[in-house]
T-cell receptor, first 111, second 114 residues
């Protein structure tokens, strides 16, 4: 099976812009979760989608949003980027009762 | 609420020495516990998981962890460190009853000294 694929791997954006990150889960996995990883805050949960529905949401502002398509692929959008949004964004896919498989992440740099 | 605490943000061991990375959890329900490893600029790779079967869990690369309910601990060990073990290690807890949300510890950076 192919693993979790995140695109792009690296991204540089300017403050105020918006960005969309993509995650293709492992085939057959219905749950996709997103995490933000920064040196200061560690790994923080953003949200989880299961069968196209957002099931859980972390404590992030409304600028962070996501969606999941019928093929389980997921996108995460960040609007009005701030310098503090610079981070590694990780996507994980899984099925209920199984471990999460992580992608390699998208490194977002906001300048 | 669920959470994990990893004691020691940095651990250094000599090559061939015992590796011990500490993790304590807090959970209101029987937890699912995990250890993940992260190499630079990579995602997280599962080392092992506890899902209420055997309390001693064996993982990949010679790692193992023991679930101790009385101590609410899930420490990761490896008898003999190898240079390739140098990485960031994360303990995580999940409650699948409420969704596939993982709560991660702050991570422990392992350095292996030759």
């Amino acid at each position: 099976k192919a693993g979790v694929t995140q695109t792009p791997r690296y991204l540089i954006k300017t403050r105020g812009q918006q960005v969309t990150l993509s995650c293709s889960p492992i085939s057959g996995h219905r749950s996709v979760s997103w995490y933000q990883q920064t040196p200061g805050q560690g790994l923080q949960f953003l949200f989880e989608y299961f069968s196209e529905t957002q099931r859980n949401k972390g404590n992030f502002p409304g600028r962070f949003s996501g969606r999941q398509f019928s093929n389980s692929r997921s996108e995460m959008n960040v609007s009005t980027l701030e310098l503090g949004d610079s981070a590694l964004y990780l996507c994980a896919s899984s099925e209920p009762g199984q471990q999460a498989f992580f992608g390699q992440g998208t490194r977002l740099t906001v300048v | 609420a669920q959470s994990v605490t990893q004691l020691g943000s940095h651990v250094s061991v000599s090559e061939g020495a015992l590796v011990l990375l500490r993790c304590n959890y807090s959970s209101s329900v029987p937890p699912y516990l995990f250890w993940y490893v992260q190499y630079p600029n990579q995602g997280l790779q599962l080392l092992l998981k506890y899902t209420s079967a055997a309390t001693l869990v064996k993982g990949i690369n010679g790692f193992e962890a023991e679930f101790k309910k009385s101590e609410t601990s899930f420490h990761l060990t490896k008898p003999s460190a190898h240079m390739s073990d140098a990485a960031e290690y994360f303990c995580a807890v999940s409650d699948w009853d409420t969704g596939n949300q993982f709560y991660f510890g702050t991570g422990t950076s392992l350095t292996v000294i030759p």
